[in-house]
Every structure is written in structure tokens, then in C-alpha cells.
């Protein structure tokens, strides 16, 4: 017990909240609720055509004739057997819905496993080698020496970009019924996010424009609601090109508030498009490795949007460029 609660106490830090609604939807299969409605509906009709099944009978009345018994008890037998029946192919079905998702996470993990192997090599192969060469060569240039150094120090930063994109992401697949839900204000967040990037669009020679309410305010995750807004700039920044305007906005509808952010930029081709939001997926990996880029920030946004109850589609905006569309939920169901 003590070592339970150190454990919730560990978790509560770490920015997780432990809640039962998501252990009570998983007892919930599909093959129980099938069960469960078809159940309901048979018993419900059973009822009705005893109890009326003369027509001259108006309200619930003992049964006088021996048949009457005899078609209640031939119901009851017959709702017996088909619960008996429908109960066991409820099982069967749950067993291989069990089958297939436990397949296809397996399937993903190795994937998974297979793309972060091969990512982690390339830093990790470079920071090796600038290394060696140093430890090997005592007598090395200064200015060289310090070269290497920078590389290194670029790769390990690319390294931990990675690793905390990777955690992210866990968190999100594995643990996303313990994350921490909170009143957030997207807008005070997203002009903190203009000001943190105003360098980096500027240096770009882009232009920012935030065009969102002053009222936006949501129920979730805060630091996944940032990691949306600072992904999709971060992704403009680095692959929209020089000169390009940036715009983002919103409206809101019933329960829920609707973002545009659209670029003029050099926009993806349609055969890209359509995989962009995949894990790993690079459009030019060579130019995405060399600015940095994990591969995983999209990926981050479109679990991150889906977690509190939204969509995200993307689309090429008219002109040049690209726009992607996502809502938020004010109260998304899964995060009460």
C-alpha cells in the first residue's frame, strides 16, 4: 500500500492525474454492449407480448389460461438460450478485436522501435566519431578542436529534441488518462509563443500574424496545447520559406473552438500531404535532419489535438502554401 502511493505521488508530480472514467470504458467491450442491447430489446418485446398478448387485456392481470403459463415459460427458455448464445459469441468477438488491436500494436512497436533505432544512430554515430577524434589526437588545432566541439554539442541537442519528442508521445499512447487537465488561456499561451519565436521569424524575414481572440480558453493539457500551437510555427519557420506570412485564427461553434493557421510558403505536394501527420515521415529528410527537425513534431500535434476531443486536417492554401484546420474541445470528454 505504501509503495502504491509513493507511486500515484511520483505520478501527480510528473504532471499525471489518475482518473477511474477510463478504467470504466475499457470494461465496457464492444462484444458487452452488443450483448447488453440485444438483451434489452428481446426482454423488452418478451415482456410486451406476455403481458398484451390478448388483445382485450388492458392492463397486467394474472393469467388464467394453462397457455398463458406455458408462453411465458417457452419466452423465458428462449431468452435463456439466445442470451446463452449471443453471450458467447459476444466473447469470441472481444477475443478477436483483442487479437487484432494487440497485432496491430505489436506491429507499430517494432516499427516504432525499427524508426527510433535508426534515428538515434545518426547522432549518436557523429557524436562517436567527433569524440574519438579528439581523444585521439591530443595534439589537434584549437580552432578544429572547437569545431568538433560544436558539432557535438549540435547532435546531443538534436539527441534530446528526440528523446523528448518520444516522450511526448508515450505519454500521450500510454498514459493519456493520467495526464493533468486544467483551465488553459490558448491565447496569453500563443502570444508567449509569438514573442519566444519573434527572432527566428524574424531572421527568416517572416511575418507572424496572431489574429486569435482574446478570450480563448479551454479544458486540458497546457503543455500539450503548447506543444500544437509551437510545432505548427516551428514547422513554418523552418520549412515554409524566406519571406513567408504566417496567420493564425479561430472561431468558435457550439463546445468548441476552431483554428486556422495558414502559410504562403512553398507548400507540400499532394502526394506528401496526405502522410505528413505519420511518425518519422520526412518530405526531404536531409534538409530535415540538418535543421534539427525529429520528424515527430506533427505526429505530436495530431495526437495532441485528438486527445482533447478535435480534428486536424491539412490542406494547400489558395495561392501557395499550406493550412491546417484543428478544433479543441472547451471540455473534451476523455479529460473531465
Not at 398478448?53 to 403459463?69: A, H, I
Not at 468477438?93 to 517494432?110: C, F, L, P, V
Not at 486544467?182 to 511575418?207: C, N, P, W
Amino acid at each position: 500500500m505504501f509503495l502504491r502511493t509513493r507511486e500515484k505521488q511520483r505520478l501527480k508530480r510528473e504532471g499525471y492525474e489518475e482518473t477511474d472514467r477510463g478504467k470504466a470504458m475499457k470494461k465496457l467491450t464492444e462484444g458487452r454492449k452488443m450483448w447488453g442491447s440485444v438483451m434489452v430489446v428481446f426482454a423488452v418485446y418478451a415482456a410486451v407480448f406476455i403481458i398484451f398478448e390478448d388483445y382485450d387485456r388492458k392492463w397486467l392481470e394474472p393469467f388464467d389460461e394453462v397457455s398463458d403459463w406455458h408462453l411465458l415459460l417457452f419466452s423465458l427458455v428462449v431468452l435463456a438460450g439466445l442470451g446463452w448464445l449471443l453471450h458467447r459469441y459476444a466473447r469470441r468477438m472481444d477475443e478477436r478485436i483483442s487479437r487484432e488491436q494487440a497485432e496491430k500494436e505489436n506491429r507499430m512497436r517494432r516499427e516504432l522501435t525499427q524508426n527510433i533505432a535508426h534515428e538515434l544512430k545518426t547522432p549518436v554515430a557523429s557524436i562517436m566519431g567527433y569524440t574519438e577524434t579528439i581523444l585521439n589526437m591530443p595534439d589537434i588545432d584549437s580552432a578544429v578542436s572547437r569545431q568538433f566541439i560544436e558539432r557535438t554539442h549540435r547532435q546531443a541537442q538534436r539527441l534530446t529534441a528526440l528523446l523528448q519528442d518520444i516522450s511526448t508521445l508515450n505519454r500521450m499512447d500510454y498514459a493519456a488518462d493520467r495526464l493533468e487537465m486544467e483551465r488553459v488561456d490558448v491565447s496569453h499561451l500563443f502570444a508567449d509563443i509569438v514573442q519566444e519565436t519573434a527572432l527566428s521569424v524574424s531572421g527568416h524575414h517572416m511575418t507572424l500574424r496572431n489574429c486569435l481572440p482574446q478570450d480563448i480558453v479551454v479544458r486540458g493539457n497546457a503543455s500539450l496545447i503548447y506543444s500544437i500551437f509551437r510545432n505548427l510555427v516551428d514547422n513554418a519557420v523552418n520549412y515554409a520559406g524566406e519571406g513567408t506570412t504566417i496567420e493564425v485564427s479561430a472561431n468558435r461553434t457550439a463546445g468548441a473552438w476552431h483554428f486556422t493557421f495558414a502559410d504562403n510558403g512553398k507548400g507540400i505536394a499532394a502526394e506528401h500531404l496526405v502522410r505528413i501527420f505519420e511518425r518519422f515521415y520526412r518530405i526531404d529528410k536531409g534538409r530535415s535532419r540538418s535543421l534539427g527537425g525529429t520528424g515527430l513534431g506533427l505526429a505530436i500535434v495530431k495526437n495532441a489535438v485528438q486527445l482533447h476531443g478535435g480534428t486536424i486536417t491539412a490542406r494547400p492554401t489558395e495561392g501557395g502554401g499550406i493550412t491546417f484546420c484543428f478544433s479543441l474541445l472547451d471540455k473534451p470528454l476523455g479529460l473531465q
